[in-house]
């Protein structure tokens, strides 16, 4: 409520420095004066903010810079290079792909390639023919009954709720258009994912979509949303880039009463996860659930997903694993710096092990326990451009999924209010005025777009680095500045041998 009145007063003083410029100055001067008046009284009189006490009036100025702040720092301030969390050549990657603009870059690079940790890949001189087609993966172990053809790269976890209904519809019929997959996050199946796209069903520790009344798992309604023949693949998430080790966080604005009843939660309060599942609570226990899931939904894929935290988490379920022989389809990577939506800054900042690290540590555990031939492995954190889908298919990764890359294709502007419900794009808001400037008729396309568009940059890099598939792809071709030295990833990070561990 303060925030209104905050707001309110300060356009208010904008509205009478108009009406004193193009108005009879007589009446003008007279309503200004009461205005001002009023306006005065109220801050000196308020007790919330400082500011206002003890410079009525003009002090109103300060909480309208501070509410454009972002937008001023984006357009008129930070360069191409170093605007956060995405910078502006990033954006502006996204935008021209979605667009079906002008791709190509003027006057080269404007990256500093001296600078610590700079990457870059290796090419060859005797360039492989281009493929005709971008590759596709099949996810799906010897336990599966219905494995999947899925695209290198598909759209990330992002919940309805999080995003509006005309994002999640958009998403959904640009994935259908390009035949990649949407993964829904956890916030359950909406009736704006079944657009006819593929879809990743998402269980978080919330278990909506699946839930009892009283929160816990319900074999029974998973069973109705698991064998929709949209869902291809179910993913259990254990934890996110943007929070792990925290609940997902639904803030009670955007909590209308659609999404609490897809949800099965009250409306107009924030829905918290919590921050681990109560279906099982140890490496087996986990295993055991995806055997369940797995059973439910008459043989899809079941995968899980998590970011890196404690290293002996992991191995444990490798050991699993081998000791049990249930192997899930698929494990999600996620990195610390992931995240579209709303998360405690402690834990967006300082919970986590970074993207690179925790997939290289992912990858070269499962091929150390010879577990990588059978189980295929998504990440996603910062997949942007074509280089990202080469370096991380380099490292070890299978499948890349993007959800911040989605949602600037769908018009986002990096306007930092995904929390606040009032995204100005449409995107990330369930404000109907807002959601309706987002055109879902015109919006998928440019998803398709994306979509289309950097797997051929890709499939043009595959060719310039001389490798002819997927399976050429190694560390040796991507490099790191370290130490005034370039060295390759495989100098960085050595490949484990298979079955290295077991032995």
């Given at each position: ?19 004193i ?5 007589f ?16 801050d ?5 903010h ?8 003009i002090?109103?100025?300060r909480?309208?810079l ?10 008129f ?5 170093d605007?956060?969390?995405?910078d ?5 990657y ?5 667009k079906?603009?002008?791709e ?8 500093d ?19 005709p ?28 709720g ?5 994002a999640?519809?958009a ?11 949407h993964d ?5 199946i ?14 978080g ?36 880039g943007?929070k ?24 107009h ?43 002996k ?21 996620d ?9 405690p800054?402690?834990?967006?900042n ?6 690179e ?9 499962l091929?150390?326990?010879d577990?990588?031939?059978d ?5 996603a ?33 990096q ?25 879902v ?14 797997l ?27 130490n ?19 032995k």
């Amino acid at each position: 409520m303060r925030e209104v009145v905050r707001f309110t007063s300060t356009l208010i003083v904008l509205f009478l420095i108009i009406f004193i410029v193009f108005t009879w100055p007589f009446w003008g001067l007279i309503g200004i004066g009461l205005a001002i008046l009023l306006i005065g009284i109220y801050d000196l009189t308020q007790t919330k903010h400082a500011i206002l006490r003890n410079y009525p009036v003009i002090g109103h100025m300060r909480f309208l810079l501070e509410a454009i702040g972002p937008e001023l720092h984006q357009y008129f301030v930070e360069s191409g290079t170093d605007g956060k969390p995405i910078d502006r050549n990033h954006r502006d990657y996204i935008y021209s792909r979605a667009k079906k603009e002008n791709e190509n870059h003027p006057f080269g690079t404007e990256l500093d390639v001296n600078q610590e940790n700079y990457s870059w890949m290796q090419h060859s001189i005797y360039a492989a023919p281009k493929l005709p087609n971008p590759p596709r993966e099949i996810i799906g172990s010897k336990g599966c009954q219905q494995p999947y053809s899925a695209s290198i790269f598909n759209i990330s976890a992002m919940s309805f709720g999080a995003l509006s209904k005309n994002a999640i519809m958009a998403l959904n019929r640009g994935a259908k258009a390009g035949s990649f997959f949407h993964d829904t996050g956890e916030g359950g199946i909406s009736n704006y994912h079944l657009m006819g796209g593929d879809i990743v069903f998402e269980i978080g520790t919330g278990y909506f979509g699946c839930r009892t009344e009283d929160g816990f798992f319900s074999p029974e309604k998973f069973q109705i949303n698991g064998n929709r023949p949209e869902v291809k693949m179910i993913a259990i998430k254990l934890s996110q880039g943007a929070k792990p080790g925290h609940g997902g966080v639904l803030p009670a604005s955007k909590n209308n009463e659609e999404i609490a009843a897809i949800r099965g939660v009250k409306p107009h309060t924030a829905v918290i996860s919590p921050p681990s599942h109560t279906a099982f609570h140890n490496a087996k226990g986990l295993l055991d659930f995806i055997q369940q899931l797995r059973e439910l939904s008459a043989g899809k894929p079941i995968g899980f997903k998590l970011a890196i935290g404690s290293k002996k988490e992991f191995i444990d379920i490798c050991l699993a694993i081998l000791e049990t022989g249930i192997k899930p389809d698929f494990i999600t990577i996620d990195g610390a710096e992931g995240g579209t939506g709303a998360a405690p800054i402690d834990f967006s900042n300082a919970v986590g092990m970074p993207w690179e690290e925790a997939l290289v540590f992912a990858v070269d555990t499962l091929r150390g326990f010879d577990l990588k031939k059978d189980i295929k492995i998504i990440t996603a954190t910062k997949i942007f451009t074509a280089f990202d889908i080469f370096k991380a298919l380099c490292i070890g990764a299978d499948v890349c999924n993007s959800a911040r890359g989605m949602m600037l294709a769908l018009g986002c502007i990096q306007a930092l209010k995904c929390h606040t419900n009032t995204c100005p794009s449409g995107v990330a808001t369930n404000d109907a005025r807002l959601v309706n400037g987002l055109v879902v008729e015109e919006k998928w396309k440019r998803v398709k777009n994306y979509h289309e568009e950097i797997l051929k940059d890709f499939l043009d890099l595959l060719a310039a680095s001389g490798s002819p598939n997927l399976k050429h792809l190694n560390r040796s071709l991507i490099h790191k500045r370290q130490n005034n030295k370039h060295r390759s990833f495989e100098e960085i990070y050595p490949s484990i041998p298979e079955g290295a561990f077991i032995k």
